[in-house]
């Protein structure tokens, strides 16, 4: 994200650059030009605002679709729309005529910088949320390329993050007796998910989908690791002292939830939106996907040398991982739940199920 900032910043002072030496040049033309510039600008200022118009207009054709006003308030919205366009228009026409006014007087060059709004150069970059889109804009103000916001916008998209503990449920015991170290075992996940909104008029529930990388670890106890004796997978004690011993299963999963929770509508003359931020939320779902890695990590020493094992496969893991999983959140931070009902080893004796507890941010 640092990088990403002062690429920008440096963007931006070339910008600035270039535009000073633009308007070194603009302040050597004379006043015919720059009023002939203004006298092109006032067919600019209609055509701008009887397109804002059509807009307002068209949002409000759509909130009357939605019979969240009714046809009398719609006209009267509209009505209000067109006055406010039209003394947009006669002022606009105004400041430009005052402005030829003033460069039909004077013989000396007026450099109209800080005058023209409608030629000032703009750089703008917004960070949305779900009250808006994420942008980057670089124009002129008024210009035909004026970003206008959607006015419904029922799919938001973020950065699903999560990290905890992990350990295995073991077929016929409790967790109390896993054969794997609390705490030292842990679980990561990253993603990216879409939020849709089930319902036309009400954001009370919402669908949400996408794809995540899992890496759940586990660290098995009393100086021991993982062999496979035909289609059986089982623990040994190694016959050095281990540093450490943790096995790794990177899985590929696309989870689905459908989320609970209050929200706060917001609404704009052109445009609304339901946001979440700070409400409480319940999700409530599962995931499916394939075993994409598997790795064994082995730390020791032999007559004071270092010894570092890494093996990749070999252990009769599931392919084809599914489960449920759950979280409670405030804003942007949840409770993560999850329970793989895919065994972690294939043809066992006894099955053994990844369960994994932590916190879970979704960055919208």
């Known amino acids: 994200m640092q990088t990403i900032t002062k690429y920008l910043a440096l963007a931006v002072l070339c910008l600035n650059v270039h535009l000073i030496t633009a308007q070194d040049s603009i302040s050597n033309t004379n006043n015919h030009e720059q009023i002939k510039t203004l006298r092109a600008l006032k067919d600019k200022v209609k055509t701008q605002e009887r397109e804002y ?23 009267n919205l509209k009505k209000e729309a067109a006055k406010k366009h039209a003394l947009n228009i006669e002022n606009r026409i105004a400041i430009i005529n005052n402005k030829i006014s003033l460069l039909e007087r004077n013989d000396a060059v007026y450099n109209n910088e800080e005058e023209e709004a409608d030629d000032q150069f703009v750089f703008r970059i917004g960070k949305g949320d779900e009250t808006d889109d994420e942008f980057i ?22 950065l699903v993050l999560a990290f905890g503990l992990n350990n295995a449920i073991v077929e016929g015991d409790n967790l109390d007796n896993s054969p794997y170290k609390f705490g030292g075992s842990r679980f990561f996940e990253i993603g990216w998910a879409w939020k849709t909104r089930v319902f036309k008029n009400s ?31 089982m623990l040994e004690v190694f016959p050095e002292n281990l540093k450490k011993s943790k096995l790794s299963i990177t899985n590929l999963v696309f989870p689905v939830h459908f989320e609970f929770g209050p929200s706060k509508k917001i609404e704009k003359d052109d445009y609304f939106r339901y946001s979440t931020r700070n409400k409480f939320k319940i999700g409530l779902g599962g995931y499916a996907g394939f075993n994409i890695g598997t790795r064994q990590k082995l730390k020791y020493s032999v007559d004071g040398n270092r010894q570092k094992d890494k093996i990749k496969g070999g ?50």
């Open 53 to 75: 118009l059509k807009a307002e207009v068209e949002a409000i054709n759509k909130q009357l679709d939605g019979n969240e006003i009714t046809f009398e308030e719609a006209e």
């Open 137 to 158: 804009f670089i124009g002129t103000k008024g210009s035909d390329n004026h970003r206008h916001r959607k006015y419904d916008r029922r799919t938001t998209s973020d």
């Open 203 to 233: 954001n009370v529930l919402r669908f949400k989908y996408g794809y995540s990388f899992q890496i759940n670890g586990l660290k098995p106890t009393d100086n021991r690791y993982f062999v496979s004796q035909g289609n059986q997978t």
């Open 315 to 364: 252990l009769n893991t599931t392919n084809l991982v599914y489960g449920i999983s759950s979280y409670i959140a405030v804003g942007s931070t949840a409770l993560y739940v999850k329970y793989d009902l895919s065994p972690i080893f294939k043809d066992q004796v006894a099955d053994q199920n990844n369960i994994s507890i932590g916190v879970r941010f979704d960055m919208d």
